[in-house]
Structure formats: structure tokens, C-alpha cells
């Protein structure tokens, strides 16, 4: 049976060698002939890819760990022919198989991910790449050490994912789920650089990317509450209290009378509330800021290791962070 797959694989191989060669010699003109023979070759070339998946679950099985490959290839020439809903199918089936052969969580999977992740971006289908980058950036974490460069490259991507979300609104959130997924970006990064704080393996040096991930972070929390209306914090006081009101009521016998009622009216101190729960949230997003760049001078200041190339970028970085964090003071104070 396994020579039998081999020859499939092979067959494989030949046709993508021959697509390969007519992608990267196109015709200056492709004339009808050309264009219904170009058809024609794809037509054949799924067929024939789709026959040796076939022949591949008939002979072996349909979770076979070779199936894994083989819709991994048919994928990867649909996403070439720009057909990303196809590849997306078949990608997915490659992780189906991927994760009953080797278990919820292996690195086998990382390469599907990617180009499920490629696929459906190509495809603008931001809530699948969103859910196909939170499972990217769990395996990571379940099969890398913090130590490992592995972890912090996707932790690095997974960040660098979320913060095009919030900048971009690619998911369409309201502006409140916006502040919540940034938040929850800057909680994540703190963790994360915490967490590698204290492992004494992990270099001093290898954490400034993801430091600078979370001032961006803090940096976006910053730019969208400052935008935000003040009325749309949720106030410290009371946004209503109650009043005694009275009034004089003649009687039908023709004395006057006093009636009192209660009512309820806007508290005037709940305004002034909103107007603190806006400044201590910038105040608490620029604080954060703050504290990147004393990391970041604090890993120039006494690394041996940095080249002055990467010492200047960490400069350019710093004076990024403080102009644009001081413009923010300064706005928030002409505003408040």
C-alpha cells in the first residue's frame, strides 16, 4: 500500500512541477487557445490531485496521517489559483486529521494554521483568522517553554494580530468592546513580560519586542479613551437622586392645602465623576507607557549585548512613545 502511495505522491509532485514552470513563464497574451488550455491543465490537475486523495483514504484510511500532506498540497494550488474558499476546505481538513493523529496540541498543526490564517485573510474573513490566531498562540503555549524562542515569536504574532483588531476594527466592535479587547491585550502582555522576568534563562534583550508591543497597546487604550466622550464612562455617584417637592393644593372646600411627592433628578456630581473616571483611565493607560520606556532605557542602559543599530532603534522607539504620550497629557489637560 505504501508504494502504491508513493507513486500517488509522485504523480503529485510532476503535475505541480508542471504548473509551477507555466506560473512563472506566463504568455504575454493569453489568446482563447491559451486560456481554455490553461483551464483544461487545472482542470486536470485537480483531478488528478483529488484522485490520489481518494485512492489515499480507499488504501489507507481516511484519518491516515498522509492525508495530511496531500490536503495540504491541494490547498496550497487552490490558494495559488486564488480560490481561497477551497483551500480554506481543505486546510481544514489537513487540521482535522492532524489533531486525531497527534493530539490536541502539536507542532504539526502550527504550519496548517498558518496557511489557514493566510487563506482567510486573503478570503477578509477577520472573525475566522481571530479564532484560527487564538488557537495558534494556545498550542504555542502548550507545547514551547516561556524560554523558547518559539513561545515568544507567537506571543510576539498573537499580539501583533490583536493590535491590528483594535487599531483597524476588524471585528466591527462597538467602541467599549474595542477599550475590553485593548485591555485585555495590555493584561496580556504584562503577563506575559512578568512571567519571563522572572525566568533567569530568558535574556533581558529577547523581551523588548514584546515591551514594545504592550506600550502600543497601552498606547491605543490611550488614543481611544481620549476620544472617548466623557459621558460614556460610568460615573463614581449616583446618576440619580431623589428631591422633596411640594406645592400648595386648594381643597374643594376652599382651603389650601400642602401635598409633597418625591421625584427622582440627575445627580450634577455624577457628571463631574464621568469627567474623573475618563482621567484617572487616561492617566492609568499613560502610567503604563511610562513604565515601557523605563524598561526599555533600562535594557539599553546595561546591555553588552545590543549592537548600535539596536540601541538607535530603541531610541527612536522611546522618543515615538514620549511624544505621542505627551501630546495625550497635554490634550487631556486642555479637555479636562
Not at 174 to 200: G, K, V, W
Request: glycine share 4%; aromatic share 8%.
Amino acid at each position: 500500500m505504501r508504494i502504491r502511495f508513493l507513486k500517488y505522491l509522485s504523480a503529485i509532485l510532476l503535475s505541480m512541477n508542471v504548473v509551477i514552470s507555466a506560473q512563472e513563464n506566463p504568455p504575454e497574451e493569453q489568446g482563447p487557445e491559451v486560456t481554455e488550455a490553461r483551464a483544461l491543465e487545472i482542470s486536470r490537475e485537480l483531478s488528478t490531485r483529488q484522485t490520489a486523495i481518494e485512492n489515499i483514504q480507499s488504501d489507507l484510511g481516511i484519518y491516515d496521517p498522509s492525508l495530511i500532506e496531500a490536503y495540504g498540497d491541494m490547498g496550497r494550488f487552490y490558494s495559488e489559483l486564488e480560490d481561497y474558499e477551497n483551500a480554506i476546505r481543505l486546510y481544514t481538513e489537513a487540521l482535522q486529521i492532524a489533531r486525531i493523529n497527534t493530539g490536541l496540541y502539536s507542532p504539526e498543526q502550527i504550519p496548517i494554521l498558518d496557511s489557514l490564517i493566510e487563506a482567510n485573510s486573503r478570503n477578509t474573513d477577520w472573525q475566522e483568522v481571530d479564532d484560527f490566531q487564538e488557537l495558534y498562540y494556545l498550542i504555542n503555549s502548550r507545547i514551547y517553554e516561556l524560554t523558547e524562542i518559539e513561545y515568544i515569536a507567537a506571543a510576539e504574532i498573537y499580539g501583533a494580530w490583536k493590535l491590528r483588531v483594535v487599531r483597524e476594527n476588524l471585528l466591527d466592535q462597538s467602541r467599549f468592546s474595542l477599550l475590553s479587547t485593548a485591555e485585555n491585550l495590555s493584561d496580556f502582555y504584562a503577563l506575559t513580560i512578568q512571567r519571563l522576568e522572572l525566568i533567569p534563562d530568558v535574556r533581558r534583550e529577547d523581551l523588548i519586542t514584546v515591551i514594545y508591543g504592550k506600550s502600543q497597546a497601552d498606547l491605543t487604550l490611550a488614543r481611544v479613551v481620549a476620544s472617548t466622550p466623557y459621558s460614556a464612562f460610568e460615573g463614581t455617584e449616583s446618576q440619580f437622586i431623589s428631591q422633596v417637592r411640594c406645592t400648595n393644593v386648594r381643597t374643594v372646600s376652599g382651603q389650601v392645602t400642602r401635598q409633597c411627592y418625591t421625584v427622582q433628578v440627575e445627580n450634577p456630581r455624577y457628571r463631574l465623576s464621568q469627567r474623573d473616571a475618563k482621567r484617572f483611565a487616561l492617566q492609568r493607560h499613560t502610567r503604563e507607557i511610562s513604565r515601557s520606556i523605563e524598561r526599555l532605557e533600562g535594557i539599553k542602559n546595561t546591555s553588552s549585548e545590543l549592537t548600535s543599530g539596536e540601541r538607535q532603534e530603541i531610541d527612536n522607539q522611546i522618543a515615538l512613545l514620549v511624544a505621542e504620550s505627551e501630546q495625550l497629557v497635554r490634550s487631556s489637560g486642555r479637555l479636562f
